[in-house]
């Protein structure tokens, strides 16, 4: 399958670069910089990615890109412009103040086939600490801003261009076209790679390596594992089996809700009600970390011993996805492999492993989720922690806090999935672009508070402080609503919910939820907090 690959040079966002690649229905790979795999003759083109370093950093990663030019076509981005002009002999120095933010390009060569289809003016996103202060010979400009005069370049008669804002922000504008023209139009790339494409050849792929066997895999009702479990049951059917766990600190009604909604797309599932046996294990533990080694081995313990009924399994499947794999690159150079745990019972039970998502980044998994034709409330469901309520219960665990916790925070996510807002503009297409499902009808697009946001929930503080409720003074329990925007977890940012709606949520939960008089809402952005509070 063709490919174009993309070099990482430490960049927080390749992972970006890589996405908009996929959105042009290109089939892309993200490896370290010095692992260009010279003996794939899939690939059609290179982009190289930006970097934390200056191309004079002692630390910088430096290539050798002789046996690529020439061959393919190269596309550097901020680092990776830097780099060739550099290296070719051009000068790369330290800006007067650092170019940050929005730019719009002043000047750029209509004829040049990077930059097809731009509209004058168009806005780009900076963010770099040197520029370019003079091209290497054989080198020509084909765009400057009103401050960087190299804004981007080309190598004369060479397919290789440079460009030192990041096209692949959504604050450049026009950034998806100059990635089509560099994908399609220059690398030659056949946009084959959709979710219809990747279901019919994935599934084709399982029928084949699986056969007739027994295949394991546990759900969490999140949308990796059941996205995983839809694509083998529509390749192998009966003889997919599913296990879900429920630890007792799931959302309200959530067991009975995932698993009615399994049953309903076909899966053949074995819910496990172990609730009594973390409960027990969990009793007068108030350690963040004690909770989750807990929930977690208690977990495994429960998985294995479901799963080793099943004789005659010969695979565990699991819903890994690309970003879980992708070797990254951290600020020493070292490259970094996040290993994921399946608790040994692929070595105990001699399991093969299956993991058909892996090459997949979340918003493909939704659109293939989408194409399954899954119910679009289990694909743009919020990500939910594996210890569950049990690190947003601050302090030691009981079935009654759990109760009341649950109460509030199903009054909570239930009000963020009723209020819808009309957004225009900037922000309408920033969620569009997020791959919120709205349709755009004059402008304007209609999305609930719960599409607007990555994640919400209600924590349980450990506090009890004075209300008062009719004639009588009461001594209750106070939460705290948590509801962020973020792209991947990585960084957040508290959600900016209008005060009528926290006004509606504050008083439905103080009236209907006993045992609470109090609400507050947490503006901690991460970094410097975290999303959860534990
Ligand atoms: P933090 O709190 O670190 O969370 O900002 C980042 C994302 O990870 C989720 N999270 C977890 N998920 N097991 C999980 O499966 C955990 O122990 C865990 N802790 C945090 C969190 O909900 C958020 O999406």
């Known amino acids: 399958m063709e490919k174009i690959i993309i070099l990482d040079f430490g960049s927080q966002t390749t992972q970006l670069i890589g996405r908009r690649v996929r959105e042009l229905d290109m089939f892309c790979e993200i490896v370290p910089y010095n692992k260009f795999p010279h003996d794939d003759p899939d690939v059609i083109g290179v982009i190289l990615s930006g970097s934390p370093f200056s191309v004079y950093d002692e630390r910088a990663f430096k290539v050798d890109l ?26 790369v120095e330290p800006a007067g103040s650092r170019e940050y933010g929005r730019a719009n390009l002043a000047a750029f060569d209509h004829d040049s086939p990077l930059l097809q289809g731009l509209d004058d003016h168009t806005q780009v996103w900076m963010s770099h600490g040197d520029t370019i202060t003079q091209l290497p010979d054989h080198c020509h400009k084909i765009a400057s801003t009103d401050k960087v005069e190299f804004a981007a370049y080309q190598f004369d008669n060479e397919r290789v261009w440079g460009v030192q804002f990041h096209p692949e922000v959504f604050h450049t504008v ?12 220059i ?14 050849t994935t599934v084709a792929e399982l029928k084949e390596q699986i056969g007739n066997d027994r295949v394991i895999l546990g759900l969490s009702g999140g949308v990796d594992s059941s996205v995983c479990a839809m694509l083998l049951h529509r390749a192998i059917g009966p003889n997919l089996t599913c296990i879900f766990v429920d630890h007792g600190l799931l959302r309200k009604n959530e067991f009975q809700n995932v698993m009615r909604d399994y049953e309903g797309l ?41 799963a080793q009924k099943i004789t005659d399994a010969k695979w565990l499947a699991q819903g890994t996805i690309y970003p879980d794999r992708i070797e990254s690159l951290s600020i020493t150079g070292m490259v970094i492999k996040s290993h994921h745990n399946v608790g040994g019972l692929p070595e105990k039970m001699h399991l093969k492993l299956c993991e058909p998502l892996k090459w997949l980044f979340k918003d493909e998994v939704r659109r293939v989720g989408r194409q399954l034709g899954m119910p679009e409330h289990l694909i743009t469901r919020h990500p939910f922690p594996g210890p569950g309520l049990a690190v947003r219960i601050l302090g030691d665990i009981t079935r009654e806090k759990v109760r009341v916790l649950q109460e509030a925070d199903d009054i909570f996510i239930q009000g963020l999935r009723d209020w819808k807002v009309k957004l225009s503009g900037e922000d309408a297409r920033k969620v569009l672009a997020a791959g919120v499902p709205a349709n755009m009808t004059n ?92």
Not at 66 to 84: E, K, T
Not at 174 to 185: A, I, R, S
Not at 187 to 200: D, I, L, M, N, Y
Not at 446 to 467: F, H, N, R
């Open 187 to 200: 690398c030659g790339g056949h946009q084959t790679w959709s979710p219809a494409s990747f279901v019919e």
């Open 174 to 185: 026009q950034g998806t076209q100059l990635l089509k023209n560099f994908v399609v139009d």
């Open 443 to 534: 402008g304007e697009i209609e999305v609930s508070l719960y599409d607007q946001t990555w994640q919400a929930g209600v924590i349980l503080l450990p506090i009890k402080s004075v209300g008062v409720m009719g004639d009588e003074r009461t001594y209750e329990r106070a939460v705290a609503l948590r509801a962020v925007t973020s792209t991947d977890a990585m960084t957040a940012d508290w959600a900016h919910l209008p005060y009528e709606f926290m006004a509606k949520v504050s008083n439905d939960i103080i009236n209907k939820v006993k045992g609470v008089n109090r609400v507050c809402y947490d503006i901690s952005s991460k970094p410097p907090a975290t999303i959860e509070w534990e």
């Open 66 to 91: 002789s046996n690529i030019r020439g061959r393919l076509p190269i596309l550097g981005i901020c680092y990776g412009a830097q780099f060739m002009a550099h290296t070719g002999g051009g000068k």
């Open 266 to 306: 076909g899966l053949n599932v074995i819910g496990v009600d172990a609730s009594e046996k973390f409960f027990r294990e969990l009793e007068g533990v108030t350690e963040p970390e004690r909770k989750r080694k807990i929930i977690g081995a208690g977990f495994i313990d429960v998985f294995n011993a479901e």
